[in-house]
């Protein structure tokens, strides 16, 4: 059998495999080392060769196999289409003539296309009641009365007119001539569909098939988005915006399968009322008051209205698939914050009577998982609070940043929905030493998590007290569980004594001990070597005394070296005449060590395997480029010729000019995939991770 002969099934399930071999379960630490010539994913702990291919891999595989025949072109689309990431102004401006069409007012185009899809659909069930052995005449009735149950029941009588509903064209018109843009395109499709299966229930009719791509979308981001670099004045970036709220909310309405976006300061002027709602309130399980601009209606459920009592609008957005993942990081404009004001005064907040009382608000968003708003700076406290908890369903929140206040950690704690993985409150001055222990050691959401950031630096310190870190460390029951993966307490008052306190953590991979200034070196040496010998990255910027490069900046590499590196990631020493016994590995998988600038340039060179790495910001680190992950297992002997190794020491003599994903100890949650504070993530998400100090 040839490659054309096959059935659409097994062309789609290749096309699927090529895509999911750009997503990897496995978290890799290491940035993404892409090898000379591609080879097949691991799907291990793999740094190199890597546990999945590149995201440009993957697209161009795809559009490779678009162009081999119609066959595959149809079973490649949907996932070329599926993860879109809007990198330039021009492409954005393409992608919506694409998906959302040049005139969303073009009346003609919105008959034109209904009347193709409900002819295409008449025929195609005509032609299955012939093959199923029915005569032509009956075929030829059945296909009338389609028509005339749609024009008569079925079809909105101000979509499609009457005059329209004649057989089609003979010649098929071009894709430009199928861009609908009803606002009940939706339940005219599903129209379509139940008209056929009414009138000959035992006969199967193909699904009517929409031309429209927004449908293949899941994944929206605005990661690589900028305009910086395009020679235009003042004026014309104010007066000529790319990203406008109404082409965004257009194209979002195309897009009913739409799981995760992402958005950056470079476009949150787009994010108004109607795109927030747009993105909010999707989805079956969504409960709000009926038409939100009516306050103090009977609150009901989006599910038990019926559609006489429901507007187009909101059947539509209830029959679009709910968001996932929402990343907000860094949307700070008065257009988003004004928007977010509306949307949660209007939905979202409690409901206060004329007479002084309060009725509580029963509105959930239980769809999202995940919530990114790191750097959302302009929120208010009692709005960010009032959004916050509308998420009923959150395993990854990222409020770093924020106004987040007391009052959102205890309302917060009380939920018994949410259930955390993954939780970071880096640099929230608002937030108290006791509202984060509590929240911590009596939350029901904190008992499951297991990527922890509570980062603090010297412009915002932490405010836990060494009595609530104690407290924390002995009772909280994340802590106490042992299967930490993430933790940073930069900044935290960390004691000897606390890290006495800690139970064995064998699965933690990222520790975070900045800004602690006090701390023995030596002590963290011992913590490491019998709680977490599992730690592969390690951050000591600003430090430990012995590390004080303004005090004795000569004594501070063999300080390093002789405390730290040798103990934890030097191999023990080993001798055999006859080679038969082999040689321990190091006590622990120490590899990555983040100091601050003054210390790197101390340590000049590096010392043997281990060099250093410097971000596309204010961030380094001290590496051993003899070290990493290789098919599952972390190896600490990598040769020189070894491609990992050579990639490590490109990126050390690259001395900073490196993109923004490369480094380790990511200082902002991944959301739109689920990897959280392990994740790694380019562009302006990558520049915040790993490039920026805080």
């Known amino acids: 059998m040839s490659m054309a002969a096959l059935p659409h099934e097994i062309l789609s399930s290749v096309c699927a495999l090529a895509y999911e071999a750009s997503l990897s379960n496995d978290v890799s630490l290491d940035p993404l080392f892409t090898p000379l010539t591609e080879t097949t994913p691991t799907a291990l702990p793999s740094s190199y060769p890597p546990s999945s291919w590149s995201e440009t891999t993957t697209r161009k595989t795809l559009a490779s196999l678009c162009l081999v025949n119609r066959a595959w072109y149809h079973a490649s689309k949907p996932y070329l289409w599926r993860h879109i990431e809007i990198r330039q102004p021009r492409s954005w401006l393409a992608f ?123 994944h929206l981001d605005f990661n690589h988005f900028r305009t910086i670099g395009m020679r235009r004045s003042g004026e014309e970036a104010v007066r000529s915006r790319f990203v406008t709220a109404e082409r965004l909310e257009r194209v979002l309405k195309e897009m009913p399968h739409l799981g995760s976006f992402g958005a950056t300061e470079y476009m949150d002027g787009a994010l108004n009322k109607s795109v927030l709602r747009e993105l909010l309130l999707r989805g079956k399980a969504l409960a709000f008051r009926g038409q939100g601009s009516v306050r103090g209606r009977q609150q009901q459920d989006i599910t038990l209205q019926t559609d006489e009592e429901m507007d187009e609008e909101m059947e539509r957005l209830k029959d679009c698939k709910g968001l996932e993942a929402l990343d907000l990081c860094g949307c700070v404009s008065s257009v988003f914050v004004q928007g977010l004001d509306e949307i ?32 959302v700076t302009s929120v208010p406290a009692g709005i960010l609070t009032t959004f916050v908890l509308a998420f009923t369903g959150l395993t990854h929140l990222d409020l770093s940043g924020t106004r987040c206040s007391p009052e959102l950690l205890a309302a917060l704690a009380d939920s018994a929905t949410v259930q955390l993985k993954s939780f970071a409150v880096a640099r929230c001055p608002r937030l108290t030493s006791e509202s984060i222990a509590d929240f911590l050691i009596e939350g029901l959401p904190a008992r499951t998590i297991t990527q922890l950031s509570l980062y603090g630096d010297g412009t915002f310190i932490t405010p836990l007290t060494e009595m609530d870190l104690a407290r924390i460390v002995k009772q909280a029951p994340c802590f106490q569980s042992g299967e930490m993966e993430y933790l940073d307490l930069s900044s935290c008052p960390v004691t000897p004594a606390i890290l006495e306190a800690f139970v064995p953590h064998p699965v933690l991979r990222s520790l975070g001990l900045s800004h602690i200034g006090s701390l023995p070196l030596g002590e963290v040496a011992k913590f490491i070597l019998t709680t977490a010998p599992n730690v592969e990255i390690l951050t000591l910027v600003n430090t430990s005394p012995e590390l004080a490069i303004h005090i004795a900046p000569r004594q501070v590499p063999l300080s390093l070296h002789t405390l730290l590196i040798r103990p934890l990631a030097t191999a023990p020493f080993h001798f055999s005449l006859t080679g038969s016994s082999a040689p321990k590995p190091p006590p622990t998988r120490l590899r990555v060590v983040e100091l ?92 915040v991770s790993f490039a920026y100090q805080g």
């Open 96 to 218: 919506v003539e694409q998906v959302g069409g040049s005139d969303p007012a073009e009346h003609q185009l919105e008959a034109t296309a209904e009347r193709l899809v409900i002819s295409r659909a008449a025929s195609l069930a005509s032609r299955a009641a012939v093959a199923g052995g029915s005569f032509e005449e009956s075929a030829e009735l059945l296909e009338r009365s389609i028509h005339q149950q749609l024009l008569c029941h079925t079809v909105p009588h101000d979509s499609v007119p009457a005059e329209l509903l004649t057989p089609p064209a003979s010649r098929e018109p071009s894709p430009a001539r199928l861009r609908a843009k009803s606002p009940v395109r939706w339940r005219f499709l599903r129209a379509v569909s139940d008209a056929v299966q009414s009138l000959e229930p035992d006969v199967y009719v193909p699904t009517p098939d929409d031309p429209q791509p927004g449908r293949h979308v899941h």
């Open 344 to 375: 949660v005064k209007e939905y979202l907040a409690d409901e206060v009577a004329e007479d002084g009382s309060t009725t509580p608000s029963e509105v959930t968003i239980p769809s999202i998982k995940r919530l990114g708003m790191r750097g």
């Open 596 to 687: 601050t600038v003054g210390v790197l340039n101390a340590l000049g060179a590096g010392g043997e395997a281990w060099k250093i790495v410097k971000s596309k910001g204010g961030r380094g680190w001290y590496v051993d480029a003899a070290s990493g992950w290789e098919n599952g297992s972390l190896r600490r002997d990598l040769p020189p010729k070894h491609p990992m190794r050579v990639e490590l020491e490109r990126l050390a003599a690259s001395n900073g000019n490196v993109s923004s994903a490369v480094g380790w100890h990511a200082r902002k949650m991944e959301v739109l995939s689920g990897q959280g504070m392990l994740g790694r993530e380019d562009g302006l998400y990558g520049a």
